[in-house]
């Protein structure tokens, strides 16, 4: 735990090497933002500086401190966005990243946190309500983040099954004529999902858990009739369902279940985009109680920083 006294906080020296980064550099991203000088004497950090400067230096080492105490492995995108937080405490001795910052914690990956103050609020709209609206941008965090609450929702034994469906619009829904059984005729549809699975339980646990049926892939065109009760339920690229499909996957809802529903109303792929079940969806059911609705932004977005520049410049030209 960070303790801190004038501009010198105490940290320990595994802490230190966290918080500095590989290289120093996200010390050196610090350095630059603030302007200020981190100089590492032993037992800690000595800002030098600005006096405002130095406050707000120190907060985001403070931030990032605190983050290491949570079991969080820091990344560049954890430095990138605290800089660029305009809600952190600037207080010495203490700091309070995002107003409602959550954290998940379960198996392999350990504790996995919203990186920006738009991800924190989409956490909090997950463990609030039962069906939870989630648009954004590619990159922006949306289905990582529905992942992860799933799959500590299904370790922790709050939920039976994992059910992931999205729409197969290239195929039309037909998908018969592919090769393979059902996971593998929608498996190239999935692989965004798969890639989040396999990075948060490990590829011998998730083997594991499909095969026990504990987590399940469909496409939308096998949901019909169902009934899905104890189950997270996943529709990713919801963007691209109609609106007869969105209503069938909304109302397979079960006793015991929660579902999330990611898109990008930017990126509808049917033929009539009026026809988006989720764009009419979220219009339709805005007050109904028990559903909540995230929105993440260019500034959410956790890959490379260029993404973000990227998408506020298509944003731009589709305002213009």
């Not at 320990?12 to 918080?19: K, M, Q, S, T, W």
């Not at 995002?98 to 463990?127: C, P, S, W």
């Not at 930017?266 to 985009?273: T, V």
Request: net charge negative.
């Amino acid at each position: 735990m960070a303790a801190v006294k004038d501009d010198f906080i105490s940290l320990a020296d595994p802490c230190v090497l966290a918080v500095v980064g590989p290289a120093e550099r996200y010390l050196a991203m610090i350095e630059g933002a603030f302007k200020v000088l981190v100089e590492m004497p032993g037992g800690g950090l000595i800002v030098s500086g600005d006096a405002r400067a130095r406050q707000k230096a120190k907060a985001v080492i403070i931030a990032l401190a605190d983050m290491y105490d949570q079991g969080i492995d820091i990344s560049e995108v954890d430095v990138r966005g605290l800089i660029n937080q305009p809600t952190a405490v600037e207080t010495a001795g203490q700091s309070v990243p995002f107003d409602q910052r959550n954290t998940i914690v379960m198996g392999r990956r350990g504790a996995i946190a919203a990186k920006t103050a738009g991800q924190a609020a989409y956490l909090h709209e997950l463990a609030n309500n039962d069906l939870v609206f989630a648009l954004g941008p590619a990159g922006s965090g949306k289905t990582f983040l529905a992942v992860a609450h799933g799959v500590s929702l299904l370790l922790k034994g709050a939920v039976d099954k994992l059910i992931i469906t999205r729409p197969a619009v290239e195929a039309g829904e037909r998908l018969g004529f592919l090769p393979g059984d059902l996971n593998e005729k929608i498996d190239p549809y999935l692989t965004p999902i798969w890639g989040a699975l396999d990075d948060i339980l490990g590829a011998q646990a998730l083997a594991k858990r499909r095969e026990s049926r504990e987590i399940e892939v469909a496409p939308l065109a096998y949901m019909r009739g169902r009934t899905l009760s104890y189950a997270y339920v996943i529709i990713d690229e919801a963007q691209n369902t109609t609106r007869m499909q969105m209503k069938m996957i909304l109302t397979r809802l079960g006793e015991g279940s929660k579902m999330v529903v990611t898109g990008d109303p930017s990126q509808i792929d049917l033929p009539n985009r009026g026809d988006s079940g989720l764009v009419h969806a979220v219009h339709l059911l805005d007050k109904v109680k028990g559903v909540g609705k995230a929105e993440l932004h260019a500034e959410d977005i956790v890959r490379h920083e260029l993404v973000a520049r990227i998408v506020r410049a298509y944003d731009n030209e589709f305002k213009s």
